[in-house]
Each structure stands twice: as structure tokens, then as C-alpha cells.
């Protein structure tokens, strides 16, 4: 491949022609030696007394190895698994102060606490055989209340599921900030409204897949794992089975999507590894789909009750929220309550808030990182406040957005809710997106497609969001004797790009051949300590420890340089891919007559052999990416359903080092917040039975019901990290779900209709135009 400079280029995937010709490896196309089947048992019910198991018929079944029980696998386990909560702008908020954080069992043993929960594990010599086999198992159930809805739940009299976390409350987090009753008082409007924000399922295409085997060299356990962060894996089992992190592998091969539900150790994790060390073989689990839509974390699930206080103009004075996240049984989501409270005032200058978030536990699965992980609801009520801000005072709503920006003389700023914001534009990106999508003209278009009788909405959301968490991410370069160069990374891509995106750094910076460039990560044998991927941070922060490897290389390598031109090394310069002497071009040698020199022992007297750079990148703070997007939409009242017309995407993750892998990762996060405004609700029944356990039910969307999206972008750098890059991975999923739903609503204005919540469903559109009609 000839390209002058990389960064910045359209370069197509190195990942694709393995992935597309099927030639890669999953975890479930591992076969071992002597391996074994795994299947669980999970409870039927959503809180239940466990008063027995009775697995004797199970174990007569031919190809049964045998049944364990929570108390079995305990005396197996010397610590206390750790199930890792996932990404949160702030570590010190995941315990709240003097609230018990709650320890998970990876298989229950007296209390069964919600539907999917493992009760058994069956090991078999076939996947199928452990099947039938776990459905023989007969578990005997002492039936409890369960509570299913936060706000019950936190109620005196509810059901508790701990008893030492009174009225299920497991985290309170606050802010108060400025005269909030002085804002309010002196109000031209007030604009209140409740929003439910529903529970959503990852559905990455590959679900969660482990194989777990015993070590004979170091006595220990490797474990192929579908995670997003192998090390935080491995320090997680190592402390439950009690061995050394030598002693614990995890390899990540390719993993199929993640979307952040495959941070962090499950149940099962613990589980196989600890029936690896018992029985001395192989075992093996993948998960069913039906079990990843019940036993996979969940996303989002809050309901909140919003206030802003605005002048006449649309000036806001005051913001107050009420925010309660439903964690479901156990604690993976403790950062999200604080994360959206954060995150509440979005791009716009609010002088006053007072917020109070709660995180309650209930009886359902735990709900914990999903693409955005609390920054999508703060975005989701702040952009359908402005909206009905924008409504109540009769204004445009892209005016009143330009009117609350936090201008661009202001960053660093930091928010009445307490974030630190880098830099932004926020203007800048809104006249994009307006100047895009036409809007103006859209507007005149939309008052004469309803004198035809159309409903046409146009609607547009500003976000920002916070991403590029630490503390730190980890990279060693090695150029190899004949140039080819090899990198290794701490983070652990799932369908990003990033081999490509790290590939064209190392191309462009050390004039490498990009084909003969190899990235390598997922491993923690061979790779160093890492924090994995998510919360947009694989390129922000492990791309920052690339550079810094590869700026050591480059040091080195032009003393190398300077030695094999018998010239001072303050004489060479690095110009397009060669090292030459100043003013005399024709004397230059390339990265692999230096790496030839630096192994063959033709080297500066006194240096080392060899051209390896191993670098920590520690951020010193995150990064917050923004933009503006801008959708048309038509609603048919006669069905309730919707049809996205045209969709503008206008998003600022500063430089782009590839293009093509940000409009990528745009037009995933696109069709994922887009489903969630129309289409995908986990839900479960008043009695805590899952309603949506199949893909028959979970309304996942198809290509034929999402159109082609127009992207662009403008550029802001941030000075927290060497390539100024702010993160694009989930940035497009946080702006367009309360783009959708103004546009929706936009569209149901001439109905006299304010507010429905997500997800827009044809019946519940339906069902309230009739109501609308019959007022």
C-alpha cells in the first residue's frame, strides 16, 4: 500500500480480509483436548428461597460429568469474586460513602434474586448432552415479593433484597450549585417533565464466550475470554481462585462486539475457571442468545423528574433533577446515577442546579455499562427539555440551543453540575449540522407538507459527552531487524479499527511499511498492563501511549541514524519516511537500514542493542467530544408508525486519523440510538418475569428500517493527549436518540402532543393521537 502521510487518510480495515473470509478465530472455535460442555441451571424466579437441589437425576444421564451447587463452587473460590462495575468518570464514586456495596455470587446459594440468576452448572461432554442435562435438574423454591419498579422499591414496606441496604437505596449521589430558588423565583417559565428512559439489551452479534483450561507450566488457569478488558479479567480471577496474576491468562481472540456489556468479569467467568483448576480439563460455555437477553448486562433504565427555569428570552437560570436508576439485583452500575447527574447540563451554561440521583436495586438483571453509560440519558432530558422549552416560548429550537452554548472562551469550563469540560465549539458544530440538513429550508417544507395533510417533524440534539477515561493505557513498539514493526497494546479492540488506526500512527511517524505493520493485543502474557476498551478510550489513550513508544523509538533511532551518516544527531531531521542530514536529502537511510544496524551491533558507542520502547500514557483528565444532529421524520397517524426521511450527523472528536473508521463508528452508534428512540425495550412483567427473551420480542432493528446517513464533522483538538483526538465511539448513539424523538414529537405537534416516552412504537403513537383526538 503506497500512501504518503497516514494520519488523517481513508484507509481501508487490516482487520477485514480475515474477518470477512471467516479465517479468523472466535472463542467458540476453540477445541481442546479433552474439553467439557458447560450449562447453568438459572432460576425461574425473580426472588425465591433456594431450600433445595436435587441434581440426581441429572448425574445418571449419560456423557454427565457432574452438577455443582453455589456451595461447591464456593469451597473452591479462596476471595471474594469482583464483579468489575465498568467505565465511570470518577473511580472514588462507584462506593457511595457508608453505603455496603453488596458482594454477587456466581452461583446462588440461599437466595435466588432475579430471573436468569445461575442456581447449577452442569458439566457434560457435549454442549448438548449439559443441556438436557441442566433441564433435569429440579430446584426447590421457596417463592419471595419481588419488586421490579425503582421508585416501589425505594419505598418503606417494599422488599428488600439486602438487608443491610435499607429501602434497596444503593447509591445517593448530590449537587446543588448557585441560587437555585432565586432562579426558579425569578422565572419567566418554568418547564417540567417526567421521562422514563427504558431498559435496553448490548445484542452484540457474537454473545459472551469463555473457555477456561488448566496450566500445567505455571499452575494456574488460561482463559479464552469475549471481553473488552482482558487485565481487569485477570486481576479479578486471580483474586477469587487465589493466585498470582502470573498464574492467570486471559486471551481476548476476536470478540464480536461488545458495546460495554462485555466489560469486566460475569458469574460464568469465576465459574469455569474454577472447574478448569477442579476438574483438570478443558471446559467450555458459550452463551444462547436467550440467556444474553437475560443474563447480560442491561442498559439505561431510569426515571427522572426534570425542572428548568428560563427567562423570557429562553435564558436558562436554574436546572433541578430528580434521577433514579434501576441497578437491578446487584452493583454494576453504581457510577451511573452520578454519571448522568454530571453530565445534566449538557453543552449549555446553567448558573444553578440542584440534582439528586439514586442508584435502587431491584429484582430484575443488573443493569450496567452500554454504549455511553449515563451520558446518553443526561443527553436524552436536557435535549427533550430544550425542546419543550423551546415550545412553551415559541422560539426555534436551534435559537434557544445558540442562546444556553457555553461559548468557546470559556473551556476549560466547568459546569454547575460539577464536570470539567476540556474545549468546545458548540456553535460551530450547530451551523454545520443547520447548513447540512438544509433546516431552514426543511422548516418553510414542513408548514406546507401539513397543509397537505403530512406530519412531518423536524427535530435536532445537541450533545457532549464524556469520554478517553484513565488512568492509564500501555504500548510497546518493537521494530523488528528487518523494519516490519510490531506494536503492542493494552487496550482490546471488538470491531473498532484500531489495529488500522494505530498501524497508520507507527506508518506515518517511523516511515514504516504499513503492510508489515502488526498490532497485536488481547493478551495478557504478551501484551502489557491495560484498561481495555470503552468509554471511547482506545485510540484517546492508548493512541497517546503509541506516540510516546514511538517518540522513544524515534530518539533512538536518530542517534542510529546519525551514526550510520557520520553526522551529528541535532543534523538529522525525519522527512517523508527516511532519516537524512539537513540540507544533503541524498544522504538518508530508512527505519530498516536502522533496525538492521541497532540489531546487527553497527550502533553509537555505548547503546544498547535492539529498537523496543514500552510507554504508560496516563491522561490528565477526559476529553468531551460534541456535535449536532438534525433528523426529518414522518409520522402516519393512521398506523403510528415512523419514517426517518433524512438523518445529519455533524460530530467533533478532534483530528480524525482515519475517516473512514469514524464515519464506521458513527453509523453503528447511529442505528443503535435510533433503535432505542423507536424500537428496542427490554422489559419484564409486573412479577419480574422477563417479557423479552428472545429476538422474536426484542425489537432489534433491520437494515431495511434505517436509511443512509449523511456524517460531518468540524474539528476542535483537545490538549489532553498527544494526538488531540476526543474519542468518537459512542458519541453518535448519545446524540441521536433525542434527535429522534424531537423530530417525533415535532411531527405530533399540530396534535396538541408534548411528550411520549421511549421507546416511539406505532401503538404508542397510535394510542395517542386517539387520545388526542377524542380531547
Known amino acids: 500500500m503506497v500512501i504518503s502521510h497516514y494520519v488523517g487518510a481513508r484507509v481501508r480495515r487490516k482487520e477485514d480480509p480475515r474477518l470477512i473470509t471467516g479465517s479468523s478465530q472466535y472463542v467458540d472455535d476453540l477445541k481442546l483436548p479433552g474439553m467439557l460442555h458447560v450449562a447453568f441451571v438459572r432460576s425461574s424466579y425473580p426472588h425465591a428461597r433456594i431450600r433445595g437441589i436435587d441434581a440426581s437425576a441429572a448425574k445418571a444421564m449419560p456423557g454427565v460429568v457432574d452438577v455443582f451447587t453455589g456451595r461447591d463452587l464456593a469451597a473452591r473460590l479462596k476471595g471474594k469474586p469482583e464483579l468489575i462495575p465498568g467505565e465511570a468518570p470518577h473511580p472514588e464514586e462507584q462506593k457511595p460513602e457508608g453505603i455496603p456495596v453488596p458482594p454477587e455470587e456466581p452461583i446462588a446459594v440461599e437466595r435466588a434474586l432475579y430471573v436468569g440468576q445461575p442456581i447449577a452448572v452442569v458439566v457434560a461432554t457435549s454442549a448438548a448432552v449439559a443441556r438436557d442435562a441442566a433441564e433435569a435438574v429440579v430446584v426447590d423454591y421457596e417463592p419471595l415479593p419481588a419488586v421490579i419498579d425503582p421508585e416501589v422499591a425505594m419505598q418503606d414496606g417494599a422488599p428488600q433484597l439486602y438487608p443491610h441496604i435499607p429501602n434497596n437505596i444503593g447509591e445517593r449521589w448530590e449537587r446543588v450549585h448557585g441560587d437555585i430558588e432565586a432562579a426558579f423565583a425569578q422565572a419567566h417559565v418554568v418547564v417540567k417533565q417526567r421521562f422514563r428512559q427504558q431498559r435496553l439489551a448490548g445484542i452484540p452479534m457474537e454473545t459472551r464466550a469463555i473457555v477456561a483450561a488448566p496450566d500445567p507450566l505455571t499452575q494456574g488457569v488460561t482463559v479464552w475470554s469475549s471481553t473488552q478488558a482482558p487485565h481487569w479479567n485477570r486481576n479479578a480471577l486471580a483474586a477469587a481462585l487465589g493466585l498470582a496474576h502470573g498464574q492467570v491468562r486471559i486471551i481476548a481472540p476476536e470478540v464480536g462486539g461488545g458495546f460495554g456489556v462485555k466489560i469486566g468479569a460475569y458469574q460464568e467467568d469465576f465459574i469455569l475457571a474454577a472447574l478448569a483448576l477442579h476438574l483438570h480439563r478443558p471446559v467450555k460455555w458459550v452463551e444462547t442468545r436467550s440467556e444474553h437477553l437475560m443474563a447480560t448486562n442491561h442498559g439505561r433504565d431510569q426515571v427522572v423528574d426534570y425542572e428548568l427555569a428560563a427567562d423570557a428570552e429562553g435564558r436558562i437560570l436554574g436546572l433541578r433533577a430528580r434521577i433514579v436508576q434501576n441497578l437491578g439485583a446487584y452493583p454494576r452500575g453504581l457510577y451511573l446515577p452520578s454519571t448522568t447527574g454530571l453530565m445534566a447540563c449538557g453543552c449549555y451554561d446553567i448558573p444553578a442546579v440542584d440534582i439528586k440521583a439514586y442508584g435502587v436495586y431491584t429484582n430484575t438483571m443488573a443493569v450496567g455499562a452500554y454504549r455511553g453509560a449515563g451520558r446518553p440519558e443526561a443527553a436524552y432530558y436536557i435535549e427533550r427539555m430544550m425542546d419543550l422549552l423551546a415550545r412553551k416560548l415559541g422560539k426555534d429550537p436551534a435559537e434557544v440551543r445558540r442562546l444556553n452554548y457555553i461559548p468557546p472562551e470559556k473551556f476549560p469550563y466547568t459546569t454547575a453540575a460539577g464536570e470539567k469540560y476540556d474545549t468546545g465549539d458548540y456553535a460551530k458544530a450547530l451551523d454545520k449540522a443547520l447548513e447540512v440538513s438544509r433546516y431552514h429550508e426543511w422548516r418553510q417544507k414542513q408548514q406546507e407538507l401539513r397543509r397537505q395533510g403530512r406530519f412531518v417533524g423536524v427535530g435536532l440534539a445537541s450533545y457532549v459527552e464524556i469520554c478517553g477515561f484513565g488512568p492509564y493505557e500501555s504500548a510497546v513498539v518493537r521494530v523488528e531487524p528487518s523494519g516490519a514493526v510490531t506494536v503492542y497494546t493494552g487496550t482490546s479492540p471488538h470491531g473498532q479499527g484500531l489495529e488500522t488506526a494505530l498501524a497508520q500512527l507507527v506508518a506515518d511517524r517511523l516511515g514504516a511499511d504499513f503492510d508489515q505493520i502488526v498490532v497485536l493485543h488481547g493478551d495478557t502474557q504478551s501484551v502489557p498492563e491495560g484498561h481495555g476498551t470503552m468509554g471511547s478510550r ?157 429476538l422474536m420480542d426484542y425489537a432489534l432493528p433491520k437494515a431495511a428500517m434505517l436509511l443512509s446517513f449523511t456524517t460531518d464533522h468540524t474539528e476542535t483538538p483537545t490538549p489532553l493527549n498527544p494526538l488531540g483526538a476526543k474519542g468518537i465511539g459512542e458519541a453518535a448513539t448519545i446524540g441521536s436518540t433525542p434527535t429522534i424523538a424531537n423530530a417525533v414529537m415535532d411531527a405530533l405537534a399540530p396534535f396538541g402532543i408534548e411528550h411520549l416516552d421511549i421507546p416511539l412504537t406505532p401503538q404508542k403513537i397510535w394510542q395517542a393521537i386517539q387520545r388526542a383526538k377524542q380531547a
Open 538 to 694: 482506545s485510540l484517546v489513550v492508548g493512541g497517546g501511549a503509541v506516540l510516546m513508544a514511538i517518540d522513544r523509538i524515534k530518539e533512538k533511532a536518530t542517534q542510529i541514524a546519525a551514526h550510520l551518516l557520520e553526522a551529528a544527531a541535532e543534523d538529522i531531521e525525519f522527512v517523508d519516511g527516511k532519516w537524512r542530514v539537513k540540507g544533503a536529502p541524498d544522504r538518508a537511510v530508512t527505519l530498516a537500514e536502522i533496525a538492521q544496524a541497532a540489531y546487527g551491533g553497527n550502533l553509537p558507542e555505548g547503546m544498547e542493542p535492539g529498537l523496543v520502547a514500552t510507554d504508560f500514557f496516563a491522561p490528565p483528565d477526559e476529553v468531551f467530544p460534541f456535535g449536532t444532529h438534525v433528523a426529518v421524520v414522518e409520522v402516519f397517524p393512521e398506523t403510528g408508525e415512523v419514517e426517518i426521511l433524512e438523518y445529519y450527523s455533524v460530530d467533533d472528536c478532534g483530528p480524525r486519523i482515519n475517516p473512514l473508521l469514524v464515519e464506521g463508528q458513527v453509523h453503528g452508534g447511529l442505528a443503535q440510538g435510533i433503535a432505542q428512540a423507536l424500537w428496542e425495550e427490554v422489559r419484564y412483567d409486573e412479577n419480574g418475569q422477563l417479557l423479552t427473551g428472545t
